[in-house]
């Protein structure tokens, strides 16, 4: 480099990239954009028959591939494989994508303290322990980026899946302010708002599911998104834009809105 450049930001051409929950929908489909010679893609999953089949995916498109399986409940066994995993190799770009959903039923099937604090300790306590532990490392090398997985619910709360809405809420509101206090340390933070893609979880949705992407068609936009160092990658535009107005306008006409739309409780 000489005098007067500057190192091209990590984001351009990531090379080492860390995607947990990469046995989902959108996670294995961004796992297989980024798969390409030179690169190493470390693959968090909890089905090591899906996780194996993803690998040899990535290395047949010529990316070095680490497979780790590990349970994000248990903060003490991620934060030990995750920097065991690391160790030795500068995470360019960390995709914090695993996530579980759960959605209020008839009768007796509502959100139990067991089902909420298992949602809540996957999408938000995974989250942050997966930033954690990563994190000290990107802020020592002054380079890095975090992609947080969040959902276009995070803007209002859906009835039908309170507990998840409030666990992408606050990955919206925790990404929002990384980003803010990373930026002048030289990483990039984006939160993506992801509306509704066709994998297992939309499946189990109990609602319309309005411009439904494929998780490839995701991928696409979350890797360019990320390209870009984009505060927020939001798609579908006009799903984003429903959501956006949800969170602005008066809540009576909000709640109103959500109940013709079909997701109340």
Known sequence: MTPGQTAKPVWKDPLTILITGATGGIGAALARRYARPGRTLILHGRDSGRLGVLARECEASGAHVVSVIFDLR???????????????????????????????????????????????AVNLDGAIVTIAAVLADMRRRAAGQIAIMSSLSAYYGLPITPTYCASKAA????????????????????????????????????????????????????????????????????????????????AALSQRLVRAFGYGA
């Open 74 to 120: 248990n903060a003490a066994e991620a934060t030990r494989t995750l920097r065991t995993a690391t160790s030795g190799r500068a995470i360019d770009l960390a995709i914090v994508s695993a996530g579980v959903t759960h959605a209020i039923g008839d009768g007796e099937e509502v959100e139990s303290w067991e089902v909420a604090r298992e949602v809540l």
């Open 171 to 250: 990955l919206k509101a925790y990404g929002e302010a990384l980003r803010g206090w990373l930026a002048p340390q030289g990483i990039g933070v984006s939160v993506v708002l992801a509306g509704f893609v066709h994998t297992g979880m939309m499946a189990r949705f109990p609602g319309a599911t309005p411009g439904a992407l494929t998780a490839g068609q995701a991928a696409l936009r979350i890797e360019r998104g990320l390209a870009a160092n984009s505060a927020r990658i939001a798609f579908p535009p006009a799903l984003a834009w429903g959501a956006w107005w949800l969170a602005v306008l008066p």
